[in-house]
């Protein structure tokens, strides 16, 4: 069976919804109020407020596909493993 990366991310989305998680949209590549980094590198970055103890208005469960930018390993991109831009699944 074939499944499009498109369909793997909404499979992913659906089932955490069923199981009574809020939908979240990806934030932004470049983080809003966070003057320590360029760009935003894992899924759980624009949620840090959150993290600290800020409300979510989401609530507590929450999924996402997070776009996420990494140059740390810039060097490496082109070999069978490394890359600079993914998206994150998290919940």
Known sequence: MKITAKQLRQKY???????????????SLI???????LFT?????????????EKHPGGKRLVNVQKCLR?????EVGD????T???MLGN
């Open 85 to 87: 831009f993914f998206e």
């Open 41 to 53: 590198t894992a899924g759980m970055h624009p949620l840090v407020p959150y993290l600290m103890g």
């Open 13 to 27: 989305l659906d089932f955490f919804k069923e199981k009574g998680h809020t939908i979240i949209s990806s934030a």
């Open 80 to 83: 069978t493993v490394h890359q």
């Open 31 to 37: 983080p809003e109020n966070d003057p320590t980094v």
């Open 71 to 75: 140059t740390d390993d810039i060097d």
